[in-house]
């Protein structure tokens, strides 16, 4: 098995390529858009056996838009994974359904700092909480009313799941990490449109964007298309976890996409092509998050993350997800002109400090 250090070298070699001196603009250019260390990382993260396949796809006004692959979609077929396959994007999903709402609260239809005293009587809790998760609120996603194989294709609604997170012991950190929070959310955006949270995310987002490989999946446990499989690893046992009810995770993690929209998705938010000014400012002011629960020094905005870079100055601007058997990492620079996601088919992962560690070097190399 290839050791982590191994790996982590050829994480720093993208670092290498884009900041080495070059003699000409043009040489400057094109080792910039060099992704050759990062297809040697990817390589290696499999070759480790850490997971079965892993998908990148970088964008940048050098590079335009590449996508690479390494390893299988499928280990019963053994089919290769190529760079445009669909995967379950997990928490990524919450900041869709942010841009959602605050596009709501420019319109007038929902208050962001007015308490919800109707959902939550007798609690100090507004729309901005919910959206950064400082509510206190308990996370559904932990409570034993849930078993994860007798409720596999299992329908849930906002509402049942909202219930089940109030059940749950609140918090008294300043900061938790809450599904319950987008489920509430989801429950707020219904009844200021008369739609629920998937055909918004559709209407307001997929569609303008024309993120063609992305998808909400409603009660469909099936991923269309051409996809990566997900596994889940248990006890030394290893589990097909493809197909799934993803209403379990609604407006906090059911979304299908690829990198590659993830990516586009990124671009327009943070240029300013899903939100007026106002509220995407409002979106990027963070408070610190849980180093425990997220990753270590992760600054939580309004359903995304600002975390420094570590491999040059600057920082980075995106979300983490997990979801049966997939883990994805969307980072982009703050003024949305360069992007990296990734996403693998196996969850959960041990690795995803070295997926973080790869995303924040290859937006350093894509400078």
């Known amino acids: 098995m290839r050791s982590t250090r191994a790996v982590t070298a050829l994480v720093m070699g993208a670092v290498l390529v884009g900041v080495a001196?070059?003699?000409?603009?043009?040489?400057?250019?094109?080792?910039?858009?060099?992704?050759?260390?990062?297809?040697?990382?990817?390589?290696?993260?499999?070759?480790?056996?850490?997971?079965?396949?892993?998908?990148?796809?970088?964008?940048?006004?050098?590079?335009?838009?590449?996508?690479?692959?390494?390893?299988?979609?499928?280990?019963?077929?053994?089919?290769?994974?190529?760079?445009?396959?669909?995967?379950?994007?997990?928490?990524?999903?919450?900041?869709?359904?942010?841009?959602?709402?605050?596009q709501l609260v420019a319109e007038g239809?929902?208050?962001l700092d007015q308490p919800l005293t109707r959902y939550l009587p007798d609690q100090n809790v507004t729309v901005r909480d919910l959206l950064r998760h400082t509510s206190g609120l308990g996370d559904y996603t932990a409570s034993d009313e849930i078993d994860a194989l007798r409720d596999r294709y299992?329908?849930?609604?906002?509402?049942?799941?909202?219930?089940?997170?109030?059940?749950?012991?609140?918090?008294?950190?300043?900061?938790?990490?809450?599904?319950?929070n987008y489920a509430l959310l989801a429950m707020i955006v219904k009844e200021a449109t008369g739609h629920d949270i998937g055909a918004e995310i559709t209407r307001r987002i997929i569609k303008p964007l024309k993120l063609t490989r992305t998808w909400w999946p409603g009660d469909n446990p099936r991923i269309p298309g051409r996809h990566a499989h997900g596994y889940v690893y248990d006890e030394g046992r290893r589990y097909d976890t493809t197909r799934w009810n993803m209403s379990y995770g609604g407006a906090a993690g059911a979304l299908v996409s690829t990198p590659a929209d993830l990516n586009r998705y990124w671009a327009a938010l943070l240029t300013g092509k899903l939100l007026p000014p106002a509220q995407l400012k409002a979106m990027?002011?963070?408070?610190?998050?849980?180093?425990?629960?997220m990753w270590p020094g992760a600054n939580a905005g309004l359903g995304l993350y600002e975390t420094k870079l570590k491999h040059c100055a600057g920082t980075w601007v995106g979300h983490g997800g997990g979801a049966n058997g997939y883990r994805t990492i969307a980072a982009s620079s703050p003024d949305g002109r360069r992007q990296v996601t990734l996403a693998i088919n196996r969850h959960p992962s041990e690795i995803t400090p070295q997926l973080l560690d790869l995303a924040d070097a290859t937006l350093c190399a894509l400078r």
């Open 21 to 102: 001196p070059a003699a000409t603009a043009a040489a400057a250019t094109a080792q910039r858009c060099d992704t050759g260390a990062l297809k040697k990382s990817l390589d290696a993260l499999v070759r480790a056996g850490d997971t079965p396949g892993i998908l990148a796809t970088v964008s940048s006004p050098a590079c335009g838009r590449v996508s690479l692959s390494s390893g299988v979609a499928d280990l019963g077929t053994k089919r290769k994974l190529r760079g445009d396959e669909r995967v379950r994007i997990g928490s990524v999903t919450k900041s869709f359904t942010a841009t959602v709402v605050l």
């Open 109 to 111: 239809k929902i208050d």
């Open 154 to 180: 299992k329908h849930f609604e906002p509402e049942e799941l909202f219930a089940i997170g109030l059940r749950m012991p609140r918090s008294d950190r300043p900061w938790n990490y809450s599904s319950t």
């Open 284 to 293: 990027r002011a963070t408070v610190p998050a849980d180093p425990a629960r």
